[in-house]
């Protein structure tokens, strides 16, 4: 797991050689020195310079992108098949963000793992991902390879996330914005939880809870007028 915010999820009084050690003591009955030998590989592994003398520094000592490159190093340091990364660039910079995650596409490449990411971010998986499950008051709303995410959205909700990605080729105008508020998951409305914010909106969709309809081989849509959707090219 690499979570969301390194510097909460390092402790603040362990320098970071001993935190990533201390998985090869405890798994794989290491000695201490062999430990802190490969911690200092694993940085090195993440590109984090002079690896063998900044072992021995504390989290507060390094930057916000190297803060996460360690968070990476300690995901991958017992070799899982499966690493979940929740806003691994969260309050990064844009430059380390696309540093960060070419690191991690490079890593699950070289390790044959699978990855899922954890981001509100569409921009952010466009070159990462194979496919997108989008998630709506708790629930997958559409599931599909990212070019047909990307191409042509089946679900309002999606399509409101795309639409309010700044665009460069259309400068000057207003910046899209879903209207309303997400509910409450204490108070999920009936039906469509999408429904009161959704332009598309019709009778059924506030009654009846939609499937996840089979748009195609691979991909899945929760909106009873997802067809419609898919239809309306000039959004």
Request: charged share 25%; aromatic share 6%; with cysteine.
């Amino acid at each position: 797991m690499i979570f969301q915010d390194a510097l909460s999820a390092l402790n603040p009084v362990l320098c970071v050689g001993d935190q990533l050690g201390e998985m090869f003591v405890v798994h794989r009955g290491m000695s201490k020195k062999a430990a802190r030998a490969r911690a200092v590989e694993l940085m090195d592994r993440v590109r984090i310079p002079a690896a063998a003398q900044r072992v021995r520094d504390y989290p507060h000592q390094f930057s916000g992108g190297m803060r996460q490159r360690i968070m990476i190093a300690m995901a991958l340091a017992l070799e899982p098949a499966l690493i979940i990364a929740d806003e691994p660039t969260t309050a990064l910079d844009v430059t380390v963000q696309a540093q960060v995650m070419e690191l991690l596409a490079e890593l699950r490449r070289e390790y044959r793992m699978g990855l899922i990411l954890i981001t509100h971010d569409l921009g952010v998986v466009a070159d990462v991902a194979d496919r997108i499950a989008v998630m709506y008051a708790g629930r997958i709303v559409e599931s599909a390879p990212v070019r047909d995410i990307y191409k042509a959205p089946a679900h309002p909700y999606t399509r409101g996330l795309l639409d309010s990605i700044p665009r460069l080729d259309l400068k000057g105008r207003e910046l899209y914005a879903i209207k309303g508020l997400p509910p409450s998951l204490t108070h999920i409305p009936s039906g469509c939880a999408f429904h009161p914010r959704c332009p598309m909106a019709g009778d059924v969709c506030r009654t009846d809870e939609p499937p996840l309809y089979p748009v195609s081989g691979e991909r899945g849509s929760a909106c009873h007028f997802w067809r419609e959707c898919l239809d309306d090219r000039d959004h």
